[in-house]
């Protein structure tokens, strides 16, 4: 597969002012590129994982004011949706390009999972690079690096995502704008299947 990589244009998308216009230029401009990739890694992730993955495009359908700060590609186990499963995502803001593991507030195995991340701290703090962020929400694209979070940090998050309904855990890669420019599209295409094949453990360990 040729991926031509993300540039200047596609993160310009979300400089663009209101929402028909941004859309516009994100269905332009990165949508593709975002289909491609789902095409790629669907077919990776299912090797990895044993299961069929499935690639869903953020298509943003329920906005209808406020234009979308960031878009992805997203992987689950299922064609109905991902919102539900652990899941992976590649994707833009406007400032850097993202690569997660998350279960996100829809999932009905958060306070499951929590319990699982508990148990298994210092196996997941062994695996996971110091370098990966840990986010919990999605929305916003903040996040902390590994090596700058104590045990209490995540324990913090462990349990909030038992306890709290609206609670999510992110783990992944970010990458600044001005790196992925600096890389090209191969090399860009490398550092996502390294960060899945990373982020697999966690997977794994949300679907026992």
Not at 7 to 23: Q, W
Not at 121 to 138: F, R
Request: charged share 30%; with cysteine.
């Amino acid at each position: 597969m040729k991926f031509e990589g993300f540039n200047e244009a596609d993160f310009a998308v979300f400089d663009v002012d209101g929402l028909e216009n941004r859309m516009n230029a994100i269905i332009k401009k990165v949508r593709p590129k975002l289909e491609t990739l789902g095409e790629h890694f669907s077919t990776s992730l299912s090797v990895w994982t044993g299961e069929e993955m499935i690639a869903h495009v953020a298509k943003h359908a329920r906005r209808s004011v406020n234009p979308p700060d960031d878009t992805w590609v997203a992987f689950a186990n299922s064609k109905r949706g991902y919102k539900k499963l652990p899941h992976f995502q590649i994707g833009l803001w406007k400032t850097h390009l993202f690569i997660w593991f998350a279960v996100i507030y829809e999932s009905p195995i958060k306070e499951e999972f929590g319990r699982k991340l508990e148990k298994n701290y210092s196996k997941i703090v062994k695996n996971i690079p110091d370098t990966y962020m840990w986010s919990d929400d999605h929305t916003k694209p903040d996040s902390m690096e590994q090596n700058k979070l104590k045990k209490r940090d995540f324990t913090r998050m462990f349990t909030r995502l038992k306890e709290i309904k609206k609670a999510e855990i992110l783990c992944g890669v970010h990458l600044s704008r001005e790196e992925v420019l600096s890389l090209s599209g191969d090399d860009q295409l490398k550092k996502m299947e390294e960060t899945l094949q990373n982020l697999l453990p966690l997977y794994q360990l949300a679907q026992k």
